[in-house]
């Protein structure tokens, strides 16, 4: 069966909307889990190339900002702008179009566990308007290399480790050339060396002029490898400073 991932294949090629410096831009906005107000006065950009931690405990709202970036939550109330998308103008048939432009790292994966790796990153490509063979042979392989998983295409998803299937999930989030990734804790998963392997490679790919948005609880990646931090705390979004000391026992 295929599952929630699948909302982004409901596309065909199109050109880019966007021009503006910042892929995010979030002004007195309102985000809303159901009908449950879960953070108010929220105001942050994210820039082209830009890598960015979002943390706090679970249920503060991280997964529901995430949510409404990608437009699986609307917005209600202020203004945000993604990838040159008004959200709060936003037509339902202009949400696959949105979504084309944003690349979904899940931390459980959500393979399609009856198909090779291959076949997994065929079908999107399929689904979201490639019709010739030959390319999506090119853009598999290269996607695949990008990762370094070139010789992994025929293996079944069982086949492969917990780190191994997350940089599948990489690379499809990759296929349409993104500019920007959404990573919700991708590295929940994991062990403490792989975890620092996909660190490393979402740092990557944020030095190739995509942004990156990355919620985690991994505090041990945080400190090691520091970022712009923004925080849900007590229904607001607010920045951590630079050399501010951040308490990790109360974001568990």
């Given at each position: ?81 993604v990838v ?100 919700d804790e ?67």
């Amino acid at each position: 069966m295929i599952n929630t991932y699948f909302w982004v294949l409901l596309i065909v090629n199109t050109s880019s909307p966007m021009s503006e410096e910042f892929v995010i831009q979030f002004e007195n906005a309102s985000i809303f889990q159901d009908d449950h107000l879960v953070l108010t006065g929220v105001n942050f950009t994210l820039s082209r190339g830009e890598f960015v931690y979002l943390i706090g405990t679970v249920g503060s709202g991280k997964s529901s900002l995430i949510k409404t970036i990608n437009a699986e939550v609307p917005l209600k109330t202020g203004t945000a702008t993604v990838v040159g998308f008004s959200l709060e103008n936003l037509k339902q048939g202009q949400v696959p179009y949105l979504r084309r432009k944003l690349g979904i790292v899940f931390q459980d994966f959500q393979l399609l566990t009856d198909r090779t790796v291959y076949d997994n990153l065929y079908f999107v490509l399929h689904a979201t308007g490639w019709k010739d063979k030959n390319a999506m042979d090119e853009r598999i392989k290269q996607v695949l290399g990008k990762v370094g998983l070139e010789n992994k295409g025929f293996k079944m998803p069982h086949q492969l480790s917990g780190g191994e299937q997350q940089r599948v999930v990489i690379a499809r989030a990759l296929l349409n050339d993104p500019e920007v990734i959404l990573a919700d804790e991708p590295t929940g998963n994991l062990d403490p060396d792989t975890s620092e392997t996909i660190m490393a490679l979402l740092k990557e790919i944020s030095c190739s002029d995509r942004a990156v948005l990355m919620a985690t609880h991994n505090y041990t990646l945080l400190k090691k490898y520091p970022a712009r931090t923004l925080k849900c705390d007590d229904s607001k979004l607010v920045q951590i400073e630079d050399n501010t000391e951040i308490d990790f026992t109360m974001l568990e």
